[in-house]
């Protein structure tokens, strides 16, 4: 068996650009071959396996990305190498390494990896029977049965209290490393890492509240008053909206998602079998979920469908996520990982194609239902941008004060933006988001903005003629897709777009 210390490459090698070229070709390595076993193991974990391996593999990755020999070859050499590819890399190589200051100490990763682990084996109890993670959210956005949806909502409640102490933790470990790191908490220093500003953020997330105050009111309030409701509970706006913008489910069943997503990619010229990214169902805490393993060659979707148009947006989303994987998993392993809100807007850009009345009547809709489907994704969009910036403010400011009452802060949170009844519930530690994936959720909100931007600008070069057109393929690729990190995200977004980020390139 090989040592990993004894595999890793020297620092003290390291006296020019030559030698550091070679130290970084070295490193990214062992990184690689620690980021497919580290994948291997999660594919395990999410699919029913013990995945045991997962505390010693992020041990490995601690020893490296926290090796003070490391660290301090990152600093000696940034800002001071001529060669603009290798000044990139030392670039990401210190980004990285500063947010393992936090991330991959032992007393956050094991945590982490704890609570995840209960998190994922996690099932909803509804009325006495045990529930998938999939049903849960069917009956929440479906069911009329208006006792049945409030047992759903709160299904999660003894998960949430099960592992909110562990969470509670976890926040003050990360704030306490972060602010060793020279940051004001966990969320500024996140932030930073994908070159955004907690002020930028909340700046976007106000804009947008104030663009959807007034249609959401009058949505809601209408579709209560069709729906006979008084008072308008937590667990009944994502029915409402359902409701109001779905369209009959049997004009998108299940058994068609994969199939549609095939003939999509084979009308831009592209071979799905030739992709290398395959599609698995299973019952876990999200609608879907990409894992590059091994990219080029090696991209799984873990899927967990029901009929629906909105599962077939979530299917071409975490597509949208393989195609990225796959063209960015060409370049050195520092260029292929990618900060979340990139790597999101990606995700819905290839999401966004299955609100073009084109896709709609390839599915076979009529001319006014593929209308009428695509003006509803403004309302849905309202919706759901309103219920993630709940969550994300009440991160911040979680963060911003541990000590606080965090469900008293979740409700308040979530009966402002969503203008639901405040039910004070203990949910807010049942996401996998709070422990496992910190600081994220604002990245599907901009990831929105990113796919506005995109979309405007695909129609504005290529016309009527975006759906099915080779071209449009190649544009996503080569500006967004293949450079992959060597080039600034916000860089790849103004040269496609002429814009950067911005809460004016969404209209509901």
């Known amino acids: 068996m090989t040592d990993p210390e004894r595999s890793r490459p020297d620092a003290g090698q390291v006296h020019d650009e030559a030698s550091l070229d070679r130290f970084l070709s070295e490193l990214e390595d062992v990184l690689h071959d620690l980021s497919v076993r580290t994948g291997l193991c999660w594919w395990e974990k999410y699919t029913g396996g013990p995945g045991e391996e997962l505390d010693d593999l992020y041990r490995e990755r601690s020893e490296i990305m926290r090796d003070p020999r490391y660290v301090d070859l990152a600093e000696r050499w940034k800002g001071r190498v001529r060669d603009p590819v290798l000044a990139r890399k030392v670039e990401i190589l210190s980004l990285e390494m500063l947010g393992a200051r936090v991330n991959s100490a032992p007393e956050v990763y094991l945590l ?169 169902n299973q019952d876990i805490p999200f609608a879907g979920l990409c894992m590059g393993i091994d990219p080029p060659s090696d991209v799984r979707i873990l899927a967990n469908p029901h009929d629906g148009h909105n599962y077939y947006q979530t299917l071409y989303h975490e597509y949208g996520h393989g195609l990225h994987a796959v063209f960015a998993g060409d370049n050195p392993q520092l260029f292929q990982e990618e900060p979340g809100v990139f790597a999101e807007g990606m995700a819905e850009v290839w999401a966004w194609f299955t609100s073009y009345p084109e896709w709609l009547r ?120 293949r450079p992959g990190a060597a080039r600034p995200w916000r860089e790849r977004l103004k040269e496609f777009t002429g814009r950067d980020i911005e809460a004016r390139a969404l209209a509901y």
């Open 112 to 280: 982490h990896n704890r609570i995840l682990d209960r998190v994922i084996s996690f099932r909803p109890v509804i009325f006495g029977r045990e529930t998938s993670n999939s049903e849960r959210g069917r009956i929440l956005r479906q069911e009329a049965d208006r006792a049945l949806r409030r047992e759903a909502w709160v299904s999660t409640a003894p998960l949430s209290m099960e592992v909110s102490t562990w969470t509670a933790e976890l926040i003050g470990r990360r704030n306490e490393l972060a602010r060793e790191a020279g940051y004001k908490d966990y969320v500024h220093l996140a932030l930073a890492l994908a070159s955004l500003a907690r002020d930028e953020v909340v700046s976007i997330i106000d804009e947008l509240e104030t663009l959807s105050a007034g249609p959401y009111r009058s949505f809601l309030e209408k579709a209560a008053q069709d729906q006979g409701l008084g008072e308008i509970e937590p667990w009944d706006v994502s029915y409402l909206v359902e409701k109001v913008t779905a369209v009959p489910t049997d004009l998108f069943p299940r058994d068609r998602i994969v199939p549609s997503l095939e003939e999509f990619l084979k009308s831009f010229g592209r071979e799905p079998g030739d992709l290398g990214i395959r599609i698995v």
């Open 362 to 481: 390839r599915m076979g809709l009529d001319e006014e239902m593929s209308r009428t489907v695509a003006k509803n994704q403004g309302v849905r969009m309202m919706a759901r941008h309103r219920a993630l910036a709940a969550e994300v403010l009440w991160e911040f400011r979680a963060y911003q004060n541990p000590r606080q009452n965090l469900t008293d802060l979740a409700t308040a949170m979530e009966s402002q933006y969503l203008l639901s009844t405040a039910r004070p519930v203990h949910r807010w530690a049942a996401s996998a988001f709070p422990a496992g994936y910190p600081v994220y959720k604002q990245n599907y909100i901009l990831a929105d903005l990113i796919a506005a931007a995109t979309h405007r600008a695909l129609r504005e070069n290529f016309g009527e003629k975006v759906v099915g057109n080779p071209k449009v393929f190649d544009a996503l690729r080569d500006t967004y897709w």
